[in-house]
């Protein structure tokens, strides 16, 4: 990775506050100046989305968008307001996703804040602490999460062939690829999950399809299981496009965990069973 890259991937943490009690914040004005808006009154447009966005998703926005304006001197002693907000990580990440799609650091903002907010439960040293496993439970339990949301989305869109629906996003991401073609691939039985057959990286990388899809079809209040489709196969295509850009490993190529999720929840099972009768 050059110098430019790393630039590029660090001026979302640069830009960052912590408050008194350790929660992280970014104010809009800066986020404006990083994201190549230089019109005050076009970026608040795209924050104005970003609230309608949160208050669909059933979130208080006023937690995530907290208004701090305030009076600056405009010469001549006089003073106006200037409109500002503090912004939660969910918030930054319905701006980007609302941004204009063109800027190449609009991209960059939008897989920093999409792994940022589905790791917010955990902090950064917390989730790096845990194992490959305890990283493919955490990822899994997001994942269930987010296709829950989704499949509510679309079912609003007007999406009733939900296999259909979503072979077009696996299509999208895997190269042409269903359910049923990676499921084969990776040996599994008949309906066993392939999601629950997935190291964390491979999870990771359907999240991201899952949550886009589902902020796509809710901010361009698609409409129709044709067009639904179209959206879910193109973020799934555009995810993948963007592996490709930056170097990564294609979903298809990850390695298949050699335990399912079901088998290794099980036996984390067992083991705080063992724990407790030997108290």
């Excluded at 009076?71 to 409109?83: E, P, T």
């Excluded at 062939?161 to 040996?187: P, Q, W």
């Excluded at 179209?230 to 850009?245: L, N, Q, S, T």
Aim: positive net charge.
């Amino acid at each position: 990775m050059n110098e430019m890259e790393k630039y590029k991937e660090s001026i979302f943490d640069h830009i960052k506050h912590v408050d008194e009690h350790h929660n992280e914040y970014w104010m809009a004005r800066d986020l404006q100046i990083v994201l190549e808006y230089s019109q005050w009154r076009r970026f608040s447009e795209v924050i104005e989305k970003a609230k309608l966005a949160c208050k669909h998703s059933g979130y208080n926005v006023l937690e995530h968008f907290a208004n701090v304006g305030k009076m600056v001197q405009i010469g001549s002693g006089a003073q106006r307001k200037q409109d500002d907000y503090k912004l939660s990580r969910y918030a930054c990440y319905l701006i980007v996703q609302n941004a204009d799609p063109r800027k190449e650091v609009i991209a960059l903002g939008q897989t920093y804040f999409a792994i940022q907010t589905r790791k917010q439960e955990l902090s950064d040293l917390e989730y790096n602490k845990l194992t490959e496993d305890e990283k493919r439970i955490y990822q899994r339990n997001l994942t269930r999460k987010g296709n829950y949301f989704l499949n509510e989305t679309a079912k609003n869109a007007g999406v009733k062939n939900f296999d259909k629906f979503h072979n077009a996003g696996y299509k999208g991401l895997y190269n042409g690829e269903t359910a049923n073609d990676i499921a084969r691939r990776k040996g599994l039985r008949y309906r066993e999950e392939i999601l629950d057959n997935m190291g964390s990286e491979e999870l990771v990388d359907n999240l991201f399809r899952i949550t886009h899809t589902e902020q796509k079809l809710k901010r361009e209040s698609i409409q129709g299981e044709t067009n639904a489709s179209m959206v879910h196969y193109k973020m799934g295509k555009d995810i993948r496009e963007f592996i490709a850009k930056h170097g990564g490993t294609m979903p298809e190529n990850l390695p298949t965990p050699e335990k399912s999720l079901k088998e290794v929840e099980k036996k984390l099972t067992i083991m705080e069973e063992k724990k407790e009768r030997s108290k």
